[in-house]
């Protein structure tokens, strides 16, 4: 596993900027460790809370932007939706995310091989008209992302040694 450290002066003003600024202090922290990129290789050297933390950070990324189509036409579909990620955002204790990812699973399963093609920009654009049933997922996750940002500061900073080791300056 990477050693991976921050300064406690760096958490401490990432702290007083908001919930975030924390966040984004870990993910970058992590990112970095690993070249900044989250592949097979990189994975193997992060725990699993670690690699949750990225995933939620993409997450929050992809669906703010363009919502869960976007999302898995990007390719990320397999990485929430076959893999744990619900069951963890439940142990983090970030209930309606899980409850979201599950429920936003079904439509995955339904219409991902669609969603997934390559298409132009043009006719990428379209599948978001194609694919209402995907609206309610994406407005979930706006309403709710302040809340559930804060609820993974709050993991953070109750859990910080699962993800980095604090140095004083």
Same mark, same amino acid.
């Given at each position: ?102 429920? %936003? ?7 991902? @091989?669609? =969603?997934? $093609?390559?298409? +132009?920009? /043009? *006719? ?24 559930? %940002? ?7 900073? @109750?859990? =910080?040694? $699962?993800?980095? +080791?604090? /140095? *004083?300056?």
């Amino acid at each position: 596993m990477n050693q991976i450290t921050i300064k406690s002066k760096q958490l401490e003003d990432a702290a007083a900027q908001g919930m975030d600024a924390f966040v984004q202090v870990f993910v970058d922290a992590i990112y970095d460790s690993i070249g900044g990129e989250l592949t097979a290789e990189t994975m193997a050297s992060l725990n699993s809370d670690q690699i949750t933390l990225l995933a939620y950070s993409i997450l929050r990324e992809e669906v703010m932007d363009g919502g869960f189509v976007q999302l898995i036409h990007n390719g990320y579909g397999p990485f929430f939706f076959r893999n744990p990620f619900a069951k963890a955002m439940r142990m983090w204790g970030v209930d309606e995310l899980a409850t979201l990812i599950n429920r %936003t699973s079904k439509l995955y399963k339904k219409f991902h @091989e669609e =969603i997934e $093609r390559d298409y +132009t920009d /043009e *006719e990428f654009m379209a599948l978001f008209e194609r694919m209402p049933q995907f609206d309610d997922s994406d407005d979930t996750f706006v309403e709710n992302e302040e809340q559930w %940002t804060a609820a993974v500061a709050y993991y953070l900073d @109750e859990h =910080i040694d $699962r993800f980095v +080791t604090v /140095e *004083e300056d």
